[in-house]
């Protein structure tokens, strides 16, 4: 069964670099999202992308992150200067419509730790 | 906004019992979508099962069921005859019927299957 791939599954960086964080989402699908989870808080949204460009996008989803379908295959998510509490699992998601109805499939995420 | 809340952190059952996780939501919304996500150790999270806003009817899967109570906003799955497999951290989440695509979630509920 095809499935959403994330790398690294680990990632350590110093505070103020930059990190990207990388997501294979399942072929046929169209729509794509970030999510995060803070230790022992909500996950929560950060961005959906559709058509090469943001459809939505939080709060949390400031001037430091960026996301990208640099190939036909791959979505990355940028973040430029990377701060402490930006330490969390990153999700990766697909689905293969936009609607409401339609399931999201998860990747297993990338836990990034800022020092 | 809308807020899932799951007031249960952690759980436990014993095998082939049943057991009933909780989850509360605030909307405004009258049309939207109830989901179960459930994440196994160092998985990702896959759908266990899901509800339309717009039906009486309680969603189904074999042994995971739910209670959908809209005038209360509750929507509690209930998981019988438990398997180790079931073993996991379950999420409730909600997404609103036209306005985003994003998903708000709960902060979870670890499940423990006792053998």
């Known amino acids: 069964e095809p499935e959403v791939t994330q790398t690294p599954s680990h990632q350590v960086t110093q505070m103020g670099q930059e990190v990207i964080l990388r997501c294979v989402p399942i072929?046929?699908?169209?729509?794509f999202y970030w999510y995060r989870q803070i230790l022992g808080q909500k996950v929560e949204f950060l961005v959906s992308f559709y058509n090469n460009e943001i459809s939505e996008k939080s709060e949390i989803f400031d001037d430091q992150f960026s996301v990208e379908r640099p190939d036909g295959s791959n979505f990355t998510l940028k973040i430029r200067s990377t701060k402490l509490e930006d330490s969390a699992m990153y999700f990766c998601?697909?689905?293969?419509?936009?609607?409401?109805?339609?399931?999201?499939?998860f990747g297993p995420g990338t836990r990034l730790t800022v020092l | 906004a809308q807020t899932v809340t799951q007031s249960q952190p952690e759980m436990s059952v014993q095998e082939a019992e049943t057991v009933t996780l909780s989850c509360t939501y605030d909307t405004s919304e009258s049309d939207y979508y109830l989901f179960w996500y459930k994440q196994p150790p160092s998985r990702q999270m896959i759908l266990v099962i899901r509800q339309e806003a717009y039906k009486q009817q309680n969603a189904t899967e074999n042994r995971f069921s739910v209670n959908f109570q809209k005038a209360a906003k509750s929507f509690s799955l209930k998981i019988s005859d438990s398997q180790l497999g079931d073993a996991a951290m379950y999420f409730c989440a909600y997404r609103a019927y036209n306005t985003g695509n994003q998903f708000y979630f709960g902060t979870g509920t670890s499940l423990t299957v006792i053998p």
């Open positions: 998601a697909s689905s293969e419509l936009g609607q409401a109805y339609n399931e999201q499939f």
């Open positions: 072929s046929n699908h169209l729509y």
